[in-house]
Antibody, heavy 117, light 111 residues
């Protein structure tokens, strides 16, 4: 069974940093591209960042470019999102998602990031 | 890349059919056969319902179908059931440096 379990969310002040982690199991993690997708309270979904299976290709949404860094450790079946210079508008549930056929076929349960003073 | 346009809400009676539209541009929805649809119940993670415009993942009911015409994709749910009440999100691959764009989401109410 495919499982994606996020951790690392919490309350942080504007300008602060957080590192999200996603532990993957039930599939060959090194064979799949992964993304982070977020959802602000009461809002729609927003794609945040993408990393290819071997980390050779990385993309970011314009809203987070230069502040967020995506990475992965295939040996540890883990995906990460380092978030710096956090803003109030980054407040959201962050989902770790597996990409297949240009869609997102497995989602974690999400981790809540709240940016507030 | 601007968000795709979806109606904020749609409703239908149990047993009826409804269609949710998702309008993009010739750079995203109209350029690739790569629109996907996600169902999200309150407090839950989204679930993939349709990919590549009209394909259903294993385990998804055949009451759910996807189609596209030009820059507008559509999700049709036939034989509405109470458990279909949820938010539905469309998403398109763009092929750009920001590869995916979502719609704003549509709340489906089953009367």
């Amino acid at each position: 069974e495919v499982q994606l379990v996020e951790s690392g969310g919490g309350l942080v002040q504007p300008g602060g940093s957080l590192r999200l982690s996603c532990a993957a199991s039930g599939f060959t993690f090194s064979g799949y591209s992964m993304s982070w997708v977020r959802q602000a309270p009461g809002q729609g979904l927003e794609w945040v960042s993408y990393i290819s299976s071997s980390s050779t290709t990385i993309h970011y949404a314009d809203s987070v470019k230069g502040r967020f860094t995506i990475s992965r450790d295939n040996a540890k079946n883990s995906l990460f999102l380092q978030m710096n210079s956090l803003r109030v508008e980054d407040t959201a549930v962050y989902y770790c998602v597996r990409e297949s056929s240009y869609s997102f076929n497995y989602w974690g349960q999400g981790t809540l990031v709240t940016v507030s003073s | 890349q601007s968000a795709l346009t979806q109606p904020a809400s749609v409703s239908g009676s149990a047993g009826q059919s409804i269609t949710i539209s998702c309008t993009g541009t010739s750079s995203d929805v109209g350029r690739y056969n790569l629109v996907s649809w996600y169902q999200q119940h309150p407090g839950k993670a989204p679930k993939l319902m349709i990919y590549e415009d009209s394909k259903r993942p294993s385990g998804v009911s055949n009451r759910f179908s996807g189609s596209k015409s030009g820059n507008t994709a559509s999700l049709t749910i036939s034989g509405l059931q109470a458990e279909d009440e949820a938010d539905y999100h469309c998403c398109s691959y763009t092929g750009s440096s920001t590869p995916w764009v979502f719609g704003g989401g549509t709340k489906l109410t089953v009367l």
